[in-house]
């Protein structure tokens, strides 16, 4: 799974990654040891995927050592990287729980074909022409042809007679019976993912949710986003792999179902104990491959007339003829109601395409472009380095290149122009107090410009985005929301301040602004994100139900490997589907970008160079259903799995899921 998000092309296994946790969870025998399993696939999953954050090395151009630079950036690595695998983790555990309770009343759980194993009574099954055999023991078992007679407490309670009963021994699930108690265990699993992605999608860190395997390639699965948000696609992927990894759970359970219900269709046991017939003692015999033996039990005739005792003319063993052994091709059609695994596989195989069937058909619906919707908007990817960027170099070369770019672009006759996260790492009220370049090109070209710079709230600082009209009027502020752990504030400060205060490049730690903040604009009203944001889709759809009418974001990913910006874009493209608008973007080294409502990239710059690009975005004010309704699908998959896994459980019998 790690190897699915971009910018590798390896999308389509996250269709089929997740079945080799699903079938060890599910088939675990300790929450302990399931819980192991899920953290080492979420360690895999999560450390590949968010490897671009070793990039941060090395950072001597903040003052830090290149030991400690090092150091800082492997713990950061790990720590990110155990965090989403706990929640695995969690999940693993979720299943094995449910699991337990589910086999504790249901009257035989498919994924346990042998529940417990007790003792077992079994009377009057023949031999010959005798009756009265009987056989107690912990486990009734013929070595050579391995057939199990597993005890429950149902069988347990009463006297298991193949004379009277042919369905000797144990209730058998029906095929409706072990189809919806796998669709269930999916439904179930379905939903406990959801709730903990959702979970995780509020705390302070969150990046690398299922859904974002598929951005920006599968456009067409994306479109889910619009029902009920990316977690859409995340119950999507996770049903899809709990389909398939069932199909091959219900196979194996119904190879054993198959040999048990052949043994008991020939009426064959082994270890039955020291056999006496008459005043004839039989301490073992064979009959056939199979051995019987007896030490305790006492066979009496069928008929009131005296029996001979056996002797070789009347006691034969069995022949190939009489006695056929266990192929596959028998067994086959020993499965209960002609059970086949395929059918799982089939429904996976369907609800895969009628998912990418419903996106397609959400895909291709019309996008309206009127010219009284249009602005025209120009991006400058200004390409600082960090490592000049927060020093006068760094800043003379910002001033100039923003400058220039502004004015080339003013002169390409845009609407308006937007600058990348702190383009100008100032507090802007000094560059408008002492008239700098920059706002001075403002004033001479009177084109709107989105600027990124700091903004002040008490003695600290925030990550802001201005909106500065021609005129030089401040007219709007947005304040970033979602900091960065370690980067722009320290979590549990009065603990581990000293530690890692240097991570920070500010003399101050940031401030973040108010969850309910919107950013109005002489075009209507704009959905902001920030750098990190992005990953935040709740943040994007309050703005857009609130009355966004396009979205801008701004990032500087200059800290990390080329792998992130790839990562940043794709979060974007989800974000500028799942709420139908059209997306600005503009970052400090790439990829900048302009997305339009059906995900599709119009441009896309490249990395680590200086850009400058003109393009027309549209106003919309349609609202998706996730934008009406938020995440709807999340507490409808945990009500339906638990709703059923109790009806399924307890009412199994009496509805005939069970014969």
């Known amino acids: 799974m790690g190897l699915t998000p971009s910018p590798t092309e390896a999308w389509p296994l996250a269709w089929i990654a997740l079945v080799p946790l699903w079938f060890i969870v599910v088939r675990g025998q300790s929450i302990r040891g399931n819980a192991l399993s899920g953290l080492i696939w979420g360690i895999g999953y999560h450390g590949l995927a968010l490897s671009w954050i070793t990039g941060i090395h090395p950072m001597d151009w903040m003052g830090v050592p290149w030991l400690a630079s090092i150091a800082i950036a492997l713990l950061c690595w790990i720590l990110i990287t155990l965090w989403g695998a706990l929640l695995v983790a969690v999940w693993a555990i979720g299943i094995s729980i449910t699991q337990s309770i589910t086999a504790s009343f249901a009257p035989l759980a498919p994924q346990r074909a042998i529940p417990r194993w007790g003792v077992l009574e079994l009377k009057s099954p023949r031999i010959g022409g005798f009756r009265g055999l009987a056989a107690k023991g912990n486990e009734v078992n013929s070595s050579e042809n391995r057939c199990k007679f597993p005890s429950t407490k149902a069988t347990q309670q009463r006297n298991i007679n193949p004379d009277i009963n042919p369905d000797i021994n144990l209730p058998t699930p029906t095929q409706n019976y072990v189809i919806l108690t796998s669709c269930l265990r999916v439904l179930i699993g379905t939903g406990l993912w959801c709730g903990i992605e959702t979970l995780w999608s509020m705390s302070p860190l969150y990046w690398s949710s299922l859904a974002y395997t598929q951005s920006p390639h599968n456009l067409i699965i994306l479109h889910l986003g619009q029902l009920s948000g990316p977690i859409t696609v995340t119950a999507a992927i996770v049903a899809v792999n709990g389909l398939i990894a069932e199909s091959g759970l219900t196979l194996n359970h119904l190879f054993a179902f198959a040999q048990r219900r052949l043994c008991r269709k020939r009426g064959l046991l082994a270890k039955v104990g020291r056999l006496k017939v008459g005043r004839l003692k039989v301490d073992r015999f064979k009959v056939g491959s199979f051995k019987v033996e007896s030490d305790h039990n006492k066979l009496e005739p069928s008929t009131s007339q005296k029996l001979e005792p056996s002797t070789s003319q009347n006691l034969k063993p069995s022949t190939p003829q009489n006695l056929e052994p266990s192929t596959p091709q028998n067994l086959q059609h020993s499965t209960p109601q002609n059970l086949q695994h395929s059918t799982l596989l ?20 019309p996008i309206e472009q009127s010219k009284d919707s249009a602005i025209k908007v120009g991006i400058i990817q200004g390409n600082i380095p960090n490592e000049i960027k927060l020093y006068s170099a760094g800043w003379r070369r910002a001033i100039k290149g923003y400058t220039t770019g502004y004015q080339t672009l003013a002169d390409q006759k845009v609407d308006a122009v937007l600058t990348p996260e702190t383009a100008l790492p ?33 003695r600290s600082f925030t990550n802001s985005l201005f909106t500065v009209t021609g005129t030089g009027e401040t007219f709007s502020r947005y304040d970033k929301v979602k900091l960065v752990p370690l980067g722009e504030y320290i979590p549990f400060e009065e603990f581990l301040g000293r530690l890692i205060d240097r991570l920070s490049p500010l003399d101050a730690h940031l401030a973040a602004g108010k969850p309910d903040q919107l950013l109005e604009t002489p075009f209507g009203q704009a959905v902001v994100g920030i750098c990190y944001e992005s990953a935040f889709p709740e943040h994007f759809r309050y703005q857009v139900a609130a009355g966004g009418q396009f979205i801008l974001t701004a990032s500087n990913n200059a800290h990390y490997s080329n792998t992130m910006p790839a990562q940043h874009h794709a979060q974007d493209v989800m974000r500028s589907i799942e709420t139908d608008r059209w997306t600005v973007r503009a970052t400090n080294t790439g990829y900048s970008g302009i997305v339009d409502p059906h995900g599709k990239t119009l441009w896309l710059s490249g990395i680590n160079t200086y850009q400058l690009h003109a393009d027309t975005i ?20 945990l009500g339906l799995g638990g709703i059923g896994w109790l009806v399924l459980g307890w009412f199994g019998v009496s509805v005939g899921l069970v014969n």
Do not use: C, M
């Not at 089939?346 to 619906?365: D, E, R």
């Not at 609202?623 to 309704?629: A, D, E, I, M, S």
């Open 346 to 365: 089939g429904i996976a195989i369907g609800l895969l395409i009628s998912l990418h069937l419903l996106g397609w058909l959400l895909y291709n619906q």
């Open 426 to 458: 100032f507090l802007w009220q000094e560059q408008v107090r002492t008239v700098s370049s920059f706002y001075s090109a403002i004033l001479d070209k009177g084109v709107l410009v989105w600027v990124g710079g700091y903004g002040q709230i008490g």
């Open 618 to 637: 549209y106003r919309r004010q349609t609202q998706t259903l996730y934008v009406q309704w938020g995440n709807w699908l999340t507490p409808v998959l």
